[in-house]
């Protein structure tokens, strides 16, 4: 049996689309169809080589819901229900060792130094090869969490759950936020757009959104936002002056930087109110230093700025969970769908941001 797949041989260049034998699998593995597969702005970074954790040639895309074709053993999801042949899943990107300080002593599996991701850590051309989304079929480790998936649900509308989703969860999970709060967001995509489902799910009361695309700005309120303003008819000091306005004058409790603009970043430190935070979700590969004044930017203020790397299974169904509880408002976000054999047309509109998510239909 062969598989067909996507593949990145050499950075900035069209994918190539290959035959790949399906390998033997070992104990453990599950071989899934792939449904659908979400491009990520990550896979971006990766195709225009500014990711360094690049391997070549690789098989792109750790965004994925897929159908189990066969097992190696038995399996269990993380329900503890046996896993059958023909049954829809998605999976964590990450797979973490289960072994480690982080992983036991802290329990913060997306710190696990030997953590590794589906279509970003593993080329294509080492065994079990089908190692990424962008293919009619995946190979997954032995060590992968599965996650049941229902017939009912739309695989493209869940994809990116398991990164945006999970991302913006992950962040949220590090943040105390209260009843009442006030927290604005820089950027209204997919990173943003969850964060505006869960700060409306932790009780905010006003939720305010910066960006420049009118389309975007608009999903944003239909998922919660009660304030859009937009950056290209706002300068830096109006887009203050409205946040202070809302607040009283006190600032905004919580900042979340989900644009991964360094601008953004500085911006909305100066947002905060005394002892507010600033949520850095939207940083996925190096893009540059952040100057700041620590006395007066920081410690004066007594503000708190949290990083965020990555996501665990926690985060991951939290995030499946706001999806299913909103699907036709994040059914929105999927605003492209493209074959297989397109993969290189579907990474080009998510470059030029004509797309807001596009996913491959690998088997459609």
Same mark, same amino acid.
């Not at 973490?96 to 991701?117: D, F, I, M, T, V």
């Not at 089908?130 to 995946?138: D, E």
């Given at each position: 049996m062969n598989a067909i797949a996507a593949v990145l041989t050499a950075f900035n260049q069209p994918l190539a689309l290959q035959e790949i034998p399906v390998p033997e699998l070992t104990p453990g593995q599950v071989l899934v169809q792939v449904e659908a597969a979400g491009i990520c702005g990550s896979d971006v970074h990766m195709w225009h080589g500014k990711d360094p954790r690049t391997p070549l040639p690789i098989i792109l895309g750790h965004e994925g819901v897929g159908r189990v074709v066969a097992i190696a053993g038995s399996r269990l999801d993380i329900y503890g229900q046996v896993l059958d042949p023909g049954q829809r899943i998605l999976w964590? +990107?990450?797979?973490?060792?289960?072994? =480690?300080?982080? =992983?036991?002593?802290?329990?913060?599996?997306?710190?696990?130094? %030997? +953590?590794?991701?589906?279509?970003?850590? +593993?080329?294509? %051309? +080492?065994?079990?090869?089908?190692?990424?989304?962008? $293919?009619?079929?995946?190979?997954?480790? $032995?060590?992968?969490?599965?996650?049941?998936? $229902?017939?009912?649900?739309?695989? $493209?509308?869940?994809?990116?759950a398991s990164c945006s989703g999970a991302t913006a969860a992950h962040g949220f999970d590090q943040i105390k936020q209260r009843p009442g709060d006030t927290c604005v967001v820089y950027g209204p995509g997919p990173l943003g757009a969850y964060s505006v489902a869960l700060a409306r799910a932790g009780g905010a009361e006003q939720v305010m959104v910066i960006g420049g695309s009118p389309a975007r700005l608009a999903l944003c309120k239909n998922l919660g936002a009660t304030h859009l303003l937009d950056r290209h008819a706002l300068s830096a000091e109006q887009q203050r002056q409205a946040v202070f306005e809302v607040t009283r004058g006190r600032g905004a409790d919580l900042v979340v930087e989900a644009s991964g603009s360094l601008s953004a970043a500085h911006e909305g430190l100066d947002l905060l109110r005394p002892g507010g935070t600033l949520l850095l979700v939207g940083f996925g590969t190096p893009i540059g230093e952040m100057n700041i004044a620590p006395f007066e930017a920081v410690v004066r203020k007594n503000v708190r700025i949290q990083g965020v790397w990555v996501s665990d299974t926690a985060h991951t169904l939290h995030a499946v969970s706001l999806v299913r509880q909103h699907p036709n408002e994040f059914a929105a976000l999927v605003t492209h769908r493209f074959a297989l054999t397109q993969a290189t047309e579907a990474l080009r509109v998510v470059t030029d941001r004509s797309a807001l998510k596009a996913v491959l239909l690998p088997n459609f």
């Open positions: 964590e +990107r990450g797979v973490s060792c289960g072994l =480690c300080y982080y =992983c036991q002593g802290l329990h913060e599996p997306a710190l696990c130094p %030997n +953590r590794w991701a589906y279509g970003i850590h +593993r080329p294509s %051309n +080492r065994p079990p090869y089908l190692v990424g989304c962008y $293919a009619t079929h995946l190979v997954l480790d $032995a060590h992968t969490p599965l996650i049941p998936h $229902a017939e009912t649900d739309d695989p $493209a509308t869940y994809v990116s």
